[in-house]
């Protein structure tokens, strides 16, 4: 073999392994929206109680009242949901052209203590507790037997991949509004997958 093919082999094959680790780097990211449509009492004064209600809004607001950030009326909570990991909360939302998705993981959080996998681990059935504190008075812990299904999702750009695709809990637990004690029920739903790569 002539030298020169050599030096041919040798520039294609690093070429090659070039791209493959461009590729390997590459992740499937799959944000679930996420919706909070949570109902309860919180205690007032002289024995009575006051009906509240919590939904994605409040938690965005109360988010804001932490001073760390400013979202506005179309800030959207998503769940970074990508296979075989406890999803992560984010924030998403839309400046103009600019799309800014922001991690709020250190106030609301989701974690699993049972899961139990049914048709071929394409439907789980779990236990989840998701937690929110703002730090200002405003947070509550909610268990909630969840059911979670799996499933070919595709987006823009992205070959389609098995991912969760649709989830929805029904959840109860105590927490506090402004720092008055509150129970809250309700269901927390997160689906309308959106797929993308990342780097």
Do not use: C, W
Not at 21 to 36: D, P
Not at 121 to 126: D, P
Not at 138 to 143: K, Q, V
Request: charged share 10%; aromatic share 10%.
């Amino acid at each position: 073999m002539s030298m020169n093919r050599i030096i041919r082999l040798a520039t294609i094959s690093g070429m090659l392994a070039l791209g493959t680790g461009i590729v390997a780097a590459q992740t499937t990211n799959v944000y679930l929206k996420a919706y909070f449509v949570l109902s309860g009492f919180k205690q007032a004064p002289n024995n009575q109680a006051v009906a509240v209600r919590i939904i994605d809004k409040d938690i965005l607001a109360a988010l804001n009242a932490t001073g760390n950030f400013t979202f506005g009326s179309n800030a959207q909570l998503l769940l970074k949901a990508n296979d075989n990991e406890i999803p992560v909360f984010f924030v998403r939302q839309t400046n103009g052209t600019q799309v800014v998705t922001t991690d709020v993981s250190n106030y609301l959080t989701v974690a699993q203590t049972a899961e139990v996998n049914a048709r071929q681990g394409l439907v789980i059935y779990a236990i989840r507790v998701f937690t929110f504190d703002n730090h200002q008075g405003t947070r509550f812990t909610l268990t909630g037997f969840t059911t979670i299904y799996r499933g070919s999702v595709a987006g823009p750009g992205v070959g389609s991949a098995i991912r969760p695709f649709n989830a929805g809990a029904q959840a109860v637990g105590p927490g506090t509004i402004n720092g008055t004690e509150t129970v809250l029920q309700g269901p927390i739903y997160a689906g309308f997958p959106i797929v993308e790569l990342s780097m």
